[in-house]
């Protein structure tokens, strides 16, 4: 599989409460990104990290990576019932594909 | 709104048949890629076109082919096809083809085959 994995798979917290995801991905990469996708939509954008970099933050979002254990997190802090949605990792390596994980589906209860 | 249009947004169609997807990228892009979003195989990478060239391959079946044109935009051919190839297909379009910077998606066309 192109794929890398993404845990949990589905996440459900209360409004307020910090999500944290985990992405691995299997090859050597460039950068790593992170979207968003509402339910059936297009994905959005939220973030890149470069393979020199360890952490990143943006907002409320927080990404840190771990080359050497080709491992990545995304921490969402005090969570909106707006950020209910799909989460996905990408990596990007020399061959010009930017491969995705299977996703994280967050729930945020109101 | 991404800037990215992808057309139709949705199509019911049967085993067999053969379909176009259309994609135009944002102005300015010269990358467009194409995935397939199944529930089974989730987000795959089928095929990217930079500048009217093809740049990258993925798991793309030798029953879809793909072309850029010069005033750079984008269609995806599916022929022959299965129950199996129903799915969410998304173009995304990018400014650069080589280290893969942010990717800005359409809304997708859903294909349903019956």
């Known amino acids: 599989s192109q794929q890398g994995e993404e845990d949990p798979q589905a996440l459900s917290i209360q409004e307020g409460e910090n999500a944290t995801m985990n992405c691995s991905y299997k090859?050597?990469?460039?950068?790593l990104q992170w979207y968003r996708q509402n339910s059936g939509r297009g994905l959005v954008h939220l973030i890149l990290i470069r393979s020199n970099e360890r952490e990143k933050h943006s907002g409320r979002l927080r990404v840190t990576l771990d080359t050497s254990k080709k491992s990545s997190s995304l921490l969402i802090t005090a969570s909106r019932a707006a950020d209910t949605a799909s989460y996905f990792c990408a990596s990007s390596g020399n061959t010009g594909k930017l491969i995705f994980g299977q996703g994280t589906t967050l729930q945020v209860k109101p | 709104d991404s800037g990215v249009t992808q057309t139709p947004k949705h199509l019911i169609t049967a085993t067999g048949q053969r379909v176009t997807l259309r994609c135009s990228p944002r102005s300015g892009d010269l990358s467009v890629y194409w995935y397939q979003q199944s529930l089974d195989q989730g987000l795959q990478f089928l095929i990217q076109?930079?500048?009217?060239?093809?740049?990258a391959k993925g798991n793309i079946l030798e029953r879809f082919s793909a072309q850029q044109f010069p005033d750079l935009h984008s269609e995806l051919n599916l022929s022959s096809l299965e129950l199996g190839d129903s799915a969410l297909y998304f173009c995304a379009s990018s400014i650069s083809g080589g280290d893969t910077g942010e990717l800005f998606f359409g809304e997708g066309s859903r294909l349903t085959v019956l």
């Open positions: 090859t050597s990469i460039n950068n």
């Open positions: 076109y930079y500048n009217g060239e093809e740049r």
